[in-house]
């Protein structure tokens, strides 16, 4: 441990930690829509009544096993939610420092209590689709807002581990929504309602959440509000005497203050590094492949010739090493860092999926399965892509833009982020089952090409920011970096 994050004391109290599990609901809404989706548009009562023609071709569907989901419609439903976020996230940014963290917290907490009430009540296609879209805004909010909230309120050695949380709950998020699927399949006509309604239940608890949590110190130091800064870093760090801390948050709130646009500042020849580091991030992970698995193993099981229930079974497998693995990266992301993580999880995510194309290529033919040990290897193979996903490129795509931006263009910059998130969530999630289609096995060869692209990126490019403070980010990250220090 540095001697700044040494000097700064902490101790874990019954509040802080309830405002870490409370925020980190915002995680676990995105993490439920993530899962819910898929499993909804799968269900015959559901297309019956918002999409009969797709039910029909699916009756009636070509039996060419990579291509009988390929449907631009059904695709969008489940991506039409990202572009509403990405909207969304910028208004969210402005929310973020006009406001503060709290309040928008509390509206994205709205958006989804709202657009839950709708899709489960839904009785025409506008009303599913304003839902979706309601939803949308809270992704977009809470995605914006949870993750810089837990960054700010967690002290400096444990940032990383704190922030974690929002993934985590991202995973825990997922999981539920596969295991309500699971259930609600079987319930005539009504199981899609109970799915999509159900997302009222996390939304209420992150609503009254959110009244609760205290606001962020630097948050409040950046509107003027010292003495309510002081108390709230008193407050959760549980000890009397936060002096040196506080003094660095007012003197990175004071450079930040005299940013009249941040937006501008961020396109500074300074801005450049962490807003392409932090895009970058994003964009990778979803180039990871990860969410072909999350939106489609069911349909992916399928293919390999799984019956219904053994591939929703599998996607709950799959969910439940999402969940355990994120644990590995909480315990070990402050002592090893984010770059370590991210490198063991290139090598290991490459070598599933070449492995899984590789299969593929050569024993699931258009038509018919694959055998019964093939099938099992490449659910074993899924699981432990999932599990490296779940240690690195999943909490680090969160993380690591949450850390990176000085204060004056944090909340500017991670919006950047997050919208960049959603664009590419919703490309791979509109995209991946007409890619199927096309590339058949060789999809996974088109992931696998970008994990190396992606190691490389982080052999070379990405900084620790381990132990980092924000107000050093410039002296210890970019100034002594071969590439970045052009840019100071
Ligand atoms: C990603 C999601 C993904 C999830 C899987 C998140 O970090 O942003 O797109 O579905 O991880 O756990």
Request: hydrophobic share 50%; net charge positive; charged share 15%.
């Amino acid at each position: 441990m540095d001697s700044a994050a040494g000097s700064m004391k902490s101790r874990l109290t019954p509040y802080v930690f309830a405002c870490w599990i409370l925020a980190a609901f915002g995680g676990l809404m995105f993490g439920y829509d993530i899962g819910i989706s898929g499993g909804v548009t799968g269900m015959d009562d559901f297309l019956q009544k918002f999409f009969p023609h797709i039910l029909e071709r699916k009756k009636h569907a070509n039996e060419n096993n990579y291509c009988r989901y390929d449907d631009q419609l059904l695709q969008l439903f489940t991506s039409s939610l990202y572009i509403a976020a990405l909207v969304a996230s910028f208004f969210a940014s402005g929310a973020c420092t006009a406001f503060g963290r709290k309040p928008t917290i509390l509206t994205a907490a709205v958006f989804f209590v709202c657009g839950a009430a709708l899709c489960g009540f839904g009785q025409a296609l506008w009303m599913l689709i304003i839902g979706r879209i309601l939803f949308g805004f809270g992704v977009g909010f809470g995605n914006e807002a949870v993750p810089l909230f837990l960054s700010e309120i967690a002290p400096v050695h444990q940032r990383g581990a704190v922030n974690i949380l929002f993934q985590l709950f991202v995973t825990i998020g997922i999981l539920i929504a596969n295991l309500i699927n699971f259930v609600t399949a079987k319930i005539h006509p009504n199981g899609w309602r109970i799915s999509l309604g159900l997302a009222a239940v996390p939304g209420t608890i992150l609503l009254i959440g959110s009244l609760i949590i205290t606001e962020t110190p630097p948050s409040l130091v950046q509107r003027n509000k010292m003495d309510q800064g002081k108390s709230a870093l008193k407050k959760i760090r549980g000890v009397e005497n936060v002096d040196f801390e506080f003094r660095q948050i007012v003197e990175s709130c004071e450079q930040a203050r005299q940013v009249k646009d941040p937006f501008r500042k961020l396109f500074r020849k300074s801005g450049v590094p962490p807003l392409i580091i932090s895009n970058v991030i994003q964009i990778f992970q979803q180039l990871t492949g990860i969410n072909a698995i999350m939106f489609y193993a069911p349909v992916l099981f399928q293919t390999l010739g799984f019956h219904s229930d053994a591939s929703l079974l599998s996607s709950v497998i799959t969910g439940l090493v999402n969940v355990g693995s994120t644990f590995v990266s909480i315990f070990t992301v402050d002592k090893i860092g984010r770059r370590l993580l991210l490198l063991e999880a290139c090598i290991q995510m490459l070598i599933s999926q070449v492995a899984i194309g590789a299969i593929l290529h050569v024993h699931l033919k258009d038509t018919g399965s694959l055998n019964k040990g093939w099938a099992l290897i490449v659910v074993v193979l899924v699981c432990s892509f999932v599990m490296s996903f779940a240690w690195s490129w999943g909490p680090m795509g969160w993380l690591i833009p949450s850390e990176i931006f000085p204060v004056e263009t944090k909340t500017a910059g991670f919006a950047f982020a997050v919208s960049t998130n959603m664009i590419f969530t919703f490309l791979i999630a509109q995209a991946f089952l007409s890619m199927m289609c096309h590339l058949k096995a060789n999809i996974f060869f088109f992931f696998s090409a970008w994990i190396v692209i992606m190691g490389l990126f982080v052999l070379f490019l990405l900084p620790e920011t381990k132990d980092v403070p924000t107000n050093e980010i410039e002296e210890r990250i970019w100034k002594p970096h071969p590439l970045w220090r052009k840019f100071f």
